[in-house]
C-alpha cells in the first residue's frame, strides 16, 4: 500500500513540475489598432480583427511580423520580437531545470496599440470650392494661420468681430 502512495506522490509532483514548465513558456499580447476593426494578418495569413489576442510559445528573441489593414488606411506593417517583458516563472523554472526555462524568460508586452493613418486628408477647403485635388484647396501654411487665430479666439485675446477680418484676410491671399 505504501509503494502505491509512493508512486501516486512522485506521479502528481512530475505532473505539477511538468505544467509548470510548459505555462511559463507561452506568451500573451494583446494587439489593439485605433480604430478598432482592422484586418490582422501575421505572416501574411489572415488570423482576425483587432482587438486581436496573440499567444505563442516561441523561445526569446523569436520575431513575428504582421501586418493591419483596413478600408481608408494605410497598411501598417510591424514585428513583434520575444524581448519586451520578463517571464518571472521561467526565471524560478530555471533554477530547477536550467538552462531550459531560459529559452522562455522574455515575454511580450501585456497591450501593444497601433494609430492607423488615414489615406484622406482632413484639410479645410474654403465654403463653396471643390475637394481638395478638383480645385484649389487650403494650404498648410493657411490651416496653420487659422488654427492660430481660433486659438487667440478661444482664449479671448480676440473678439468674433477681430476673427472675422483676419480669417477673411487669411483666406483671400
Known amino acids: ?68 489593414v483596413m478600408d481608408g488606411y494605410k497598411d501598417l506593417d510591424f514585428t513583434l520580437t520575444r524581448n519586451e517583458d520578463l517571464n518571472v516563472g521561467a526565471l524560478i523554472g530555471s533554477c530547477f531545470f536550467f538552462p531550459v526555462p531560459l529559452l522562455w524568460i522574455m515575454d511580450y508586452k501585456p497591450i501593444h496599440t497601433y494609430e492607423m493613418t488615414s489615406l484622406t486628408t482632413n484639410r479645410l477647403v474654403p465654403a463653396g470650392s471643390k475637394a481638395p485635388g478638383e480645385s484649389k484647396g487650403l494650404d498648410e501654411s493657411k490651416f496653420e494661420q487659422l488654427i492660430e487665430l481660433k486659438k487667440l479666439l478661444d482664449t479671448n485675446v480676440l473678439t468674433q468681430e477681430e476673427f472675422n477680418i483676419e480669417k477673411k484676410k487669411i483666406l483671400a491671399e
Not at 40 to 61: A, F, L, S
Open 1 to 68: 500500500m505504501k509503494q502505491k502512495h509512493r508512486y501516486a506522490f512522485v506521479a502528481l509532483v512530475v505532473l505539477c513540475l511538468i505544467s509548470t514548465l510548459l505555462t511559463g513558456c507561452g506568451s500573451t499580447t494583446l494587439i489593439r489598432s485605433v480604430p478598432s476593426g482592422a484586418k490582422v494578418y501575421m505572416n501574411g495569413e489572415p488570423v482576425g480583427v483587432t482587438p486581436y489576442e496573440h499567444y505563442d510559445t516561441k523561445i526569446i528573441n523569436s520575431r513575428t511580423n504582421f501586418k493591419l
